[in-house]
């Protein structure tokens, strides 16, 4: 009988959340990412535990209409699509663009703003780029996954621009005043703020799209959405949600204009999505039609990936060998500033590593996305490879360094001709391994705006709105970069071994 | 005339009197044996005169470089036979490479190795090894020969070999200092026996 209670309480315990899930709930769950900022979602100065923002108000709005009240759920901008089509939480609002390929996978409500597409530039080029058409070979930022980036990726195909994509809205308008790009593409509300931010720059008056703000239900919640449709039409109406924007400072003409076409269409979809049709048009293909048409950036990707993962490799052999060099042959001094120096640097994440290089350095030293990656990951395994190095040289069996002192050998020539080429022996197989972890640590840069194999795998799953067969594909080419080094590993380690 | 001078040797580790007080004299083509039980300090008077260790008192002549065969015999394990012997030539004594290649190749031969020159250390036998080892520090033309344990892995016919082998070596005029626990290899080919216990000479024979 104890087992037929315990298995009764498990399955109780393993079904609730289900169960709590299908029935109506007495709160609206809504999504949003809070490191979005003002004047969207943002933690509050005041009370850092609750957001403020309009699209805090317009959840507010949506909960009351519905008769419930609002929860907010922090979800990392990138996977917002993932977790509404999960279920994770009733509704996304947090700036989210509407977008044909957003209509094809998920309930989608009605708009309840609309916004420019806005070029930013500094402004001693006011006059020299008005357009994407200016902008010919130059660098372009934006944020990746959005109406901006596809208006970039045309602007590429046709007019040769550089897209160059960040993962937040503030760098963008940095990097723009430090001249690491020429121009930002964002939405007129992110683009007012970068311009405020930073003394210098102007946004170009001509907008280069139009788009829209919805919120976003699992595809399966028609009937909510239908619910929270009218809410939002009432308050369109009402002058709620205008007073909503008005209090943000971004309520402007644009908004009566799509109230009225939104008001006198009761369809599904009154507009347009946005007022870019991408080239790519990715999301009228099959996902096979739009793999085959990815598969050309996911192998220039690996091919930065690969390139970066050698060229770092390279560098953090040198630099290690160089510390466990200090370590093992130098003073007391030496040998206590470098182990500082590795457990600085083993004690803290790469990520930070790889900001505090490139935008942290910006003030001093501007240095290029592919070469700050490059001194970041360098370094960081630098660290590792020295610990392995030193623990190869010091694993040289004493008697061997005996032989070469009774030969005459310097210190110097014993290091180079039997204490080196053993140690190194000893270090092959972990280096191999630290060589194909690194090889999947590259992937971190993409917050440096390097683009490489997975970062351009999460443009390509978040274009085409599914994982799946994005992930497969890199997964394939990883694999395929990082099985044949561990079979060159191997051989060589075969070849070398020592007995 | 001697070659080798030793006077009031002591060596400490740790606080602990390893070696005390040991004085001799070695004369070139002179093979002196140092005998003891395992512990009573011969190994250490080896790696003084080698210059391995540091000596607490007393002092120590010998002309450098030392030839030092160890008891392991330590053979570079990144290279061949051939190149563990030619290596010090060329990089401390700066000889031409060819000749030290080919120098390295007659040592081995005369030790009776030549067959094994491009064999890994790994893959010889105790004895090839110990030869090898031997014709390492004859390479660089030491005066003096040290050898520690030269017959631990020996058989007792390689053990008649080796003593005739240090016997040809010695009446090249060079001093070789054994130490070794084996009471008839050092009768077979000492020319005097230091006997060693607790870290000093009690008798010599």
């Not at chain 2, 160890?70 to 563990?84: D, E, G, V």
């Amino acid at each position: 009988m104890t087992f037929r209670r315990l298995a009764i309480s498990l399955a109780i315990a393993l079904l609730w959340p289900c169960a709590a899930r299908t029935q109506p709930s007495a709160e609206l769950r809504w999504g949003g990412d809070a490191e979005g900022g003002a004047p969207y979602v943002e933690a509050d100065p005041s009370n850092p535990s609750h957001v403020v923002g309009f699209d805090v108000d317009v959840a507010q709005l949506l909960a009351s209409g519905l008769g419930r009240s609002p929860r907010f759920i922090q979800v990392g901008f990138t996977s917002i699509d993932a977790e509404a089509a999960r279920g994770d939480f009733d509704v996304g609002l947090s700036g989210i663009e509407d977008s044909a390929a957003r209509r094809s996978r998920l309930a989608v409500t009605v708009p309840y703003y609309e916004f420019r597409e806005i070029l930013t530039v500094r402004g001693s080029d006011a006059n020299r780029y008005r357009s994407l058409g200016d902008l010919r070979g130059r660098r372009v930022a934006t944020l990746g996954a959005t109406l901006a980036y596809d208006l970039l990726a045309d602007a590429e195909a046709r007019d040769g621009v550089i897209p160059v994509t960040y993962e937040d809205d503030v760098h963008p308008y940095s990097d723009l005043l430090l001249g690491r790009v020429d121009a930002v593409v964002l939405d007129a509300i992110l683009a007012q703020r970068g311009v405020r931010r930073n003394a210098g720059l102007i946004n170009q008056p001509t907008p280069l799209a139009i788009g829209h703000y919805v919120g976003i239900l699992a595809p399966g919640a028609t009937a909510l959405r239908d619910q929270m449709n009218a809410v939002l039409r009432d308050a369109m109406r009402d002058g709620r949600l205008e007073a909503i924007f008005a209090r943000w400072n971004v309520w402007n003409e644009d908004q009566p204009r799509l109230y009225a076409r939104v008001l006198a269409d009761t369809s599904q979809y009154p507009v347009a999505a946005s007022s870019v049709t991408p080239s790519g048009a990715v999301a009228n293909a099959t996902v096979w039609q739009a793999a085959a048409r990815y598969l050309p950036a996911l192998l220039s990707a690996a091919v930065i990936t690969i390139v970066l993962s050698c060229l770092s490799m390279g560098l953090a052999m040198v630099i290690g060998v160089l510390i466990a060099s200090g370590r093992v042959y130098g003073g007391a001094p030496l040998r206590i500033a470098l182990t500082g120096v590795v457990e600085i640097i083993r004690g803290t994440p790469l990520l930070l590593q790889l900001f505090v290089i490139y935008f942290g350095l910006a003030a001093f030293i501007q240095l290029p996305a592919f070469l700050a990656a490059l001194l970041g990951l360098g370094i960081n395994y630098a660290a590792y490879e020295s610990e392995i190095y030193r623990g190869a040289l010091e694993a040289v069996p004493i008697g061997q360094l005996d032989a070469a002192r009774t030969l005459g050998f310097s210190e110097r020539q014993t290091l180079l001709l039997v204490r080196g080429p053993q140690a190194f022996r000893l270090a092959l197989a972990p280096m191999t391994n630290d060589f194909v972890a690194l090889l999947k640590d590259s992937s971190l840069v993409s917050v440096i705006t390097v683009v490489e194999l997975t970062k351009e795998t999460s443009i390509f799953a978040a274009n085409i709105g599914s994982w799946i067969v994005p992930g497969m594909m890199c997964a394939a080419i990883y694999l395929a970069m990082s099985l044949p080094l561990a079979r060159v590993a191997r051989r060589i380690e075969r070849t070398w071994r020592l007995e | 005339m001697t070659v080798l001078n030793v006077r009031s040797l002591e060596v400490r580790r740790g606080g602990r009197t390893i070696v005390a007080d040991v004085s001799f004299a070695a004369s070139p083509g002179e093979i002196v044996v140092l005998m003891g039980a395992s512990g009573a300090g011969k190994s250490t008077i080896l790696r003084a005169l080698a210059g391995l260790d540091p000596i607490a008192a007393g002092t120590i002549s010998i002309p450098r470089p030392v030839g030092m065969v160890f008891q392991f015999h330590h053979l570079f394990a990144n290279m061949t036979a051939h190149q563990n012997v030619w290596l010090a030539p060329v990089h401390v004594l700066k000889r031409l490479r060819t000749d030290a290649e080919q120098r390295a190749q007659q040592l081995l031969v005369s030790l009776g190795v030549g067959a094994r020159a491009s064999a890994m250390p790994h893959e010889l036998s105790g004895g090839e090894a110990q030869r090898v080892a031997i014709a390492r520090a004859l390479a660089i033309e030491p005066p003096v020969l040290l050898m520690d344990e030269p017959t631990a892995s020996l058989d007792p016919a390689r053990r008649g070999d080796l003593a005739a082998t240090l016997r040809r070596l010695a009446t090249e005029a060079r001093t070789i200092v054994i130490a070794t626990h084996d009471a008839e290899f050092a009768r077979a080919c000492a020319h005097r026996v230091l006997h060693i216990a607790n870290g000093r000479i009690e008798a010599v024979t």
